[in-house]
């Protein structure tokens, strides 16, 4: 089997889908478990010496909806410390009338009305400040509803950058410390799964597989969330 995912990623690397990947498969379970493990080409097309092992670090990208916002949200939910039905306008004061009835259900399920996505940071110097949350914020609640909220099911990065408002403004706790705390420390995974905040980052570039080449940031993302919006939050 090992000689199989080797293959895979190989043919990978050759047909340029990747300059490096990694894949790991478990077969069984209890005593009969079986796992496999390879990994291929480098983490940085720059530099083909540095190899991807298992040790390397990936950017979890938008699965951190789903392994972190919704993670932790469901554990507030779990504390009674929010409730599925609360609204948007229980949270903030600032909420416009038309999102003022839009729901936690709604935004972990997508069907909040509120758009996919735009590219917001484009009107952003790249730079890091308290200042930037706010403004994006701002500009994702001023945004009109493609349609109303609870009627369709529309897949929202923005709604869920308004979750993680939503965490923060009911714990005074960021994003970082609530994930540390509530997920991945409970979890044993505090060293495997990690969420540096960029203004806090003191780690090994070296141990992270490289991104994207961002024309904005003016650089190949490494060891730094590739997302620009996530980026502008100290992400």
């Known amino acids: 089997m090992d000689a199989v995912l080797a293959a895979l990623l190989d043919k990978g690397i050759e047909d340029n889908v990747f300059p490096g990947a ?12 079986k796992r496999f493990f390879s990994s291929v080409g480098s983490q940085d097309i720059r530099y083909p010496c540095e ?3 298992k040790q390397t670090f990936f950017d979890l990208a938008s699965l951190t909806k789903a392994l972190s916002t919704t993670l932790i949200m469901y554990s507030l939910l779990d504390e009674q410390r929010i409730q599925l039905t609360d609204r948007l306008s229980d949270f903030f004061s600032d909420i416009p009338s038309d999102k003022q009835e839009i729901t936690i259900s709604q935004l972990l399920s997508h069907s909040s009305g509120l ?4 590219p917001y940071y484009k009107d952003f110097i790249p730079t890091q400040n308290q200042e930037n949350n706010k403004r994006l914020r701002q500009l994702i609640l001023s945004e009109k509803l493609v349609n109303a909220p609870g009627t369709q099911c529309r897949y929202s990065d923005l709604g869920f950058i308004l979750l993680g408002f939503v965490l923060e403004r009911v714990t005074a706790t960021s994003l970082d410390k609530l994930f540390t705390e509530r997920i991945a420390t409970p ?10 905040p960029v203004l806090m980052s003191r780690v090994d570039r070296k141990k992270y597989a490289a991104t994207e080449d961002c024309p904005w940031r003016k650089k190949i993302m490494r060891a730094e969330v590739h997302d620009e919006h996530c980026w502008l939050m100290n992400g």
Request: glycine fraction near 14%.
């Open 115 to 118: 758009k996919e996505y735009h």
């Open 51 to 53: 190899k991807v092992t």
């Open 187 to 196: 979890l044993g995974q505090e060293n495997q799964i990690t969420y540096i």
């Open 22 to 33: 990694v894949a790991g498969l478990s077969i069984g379970s209890g005593s009969d478990r």
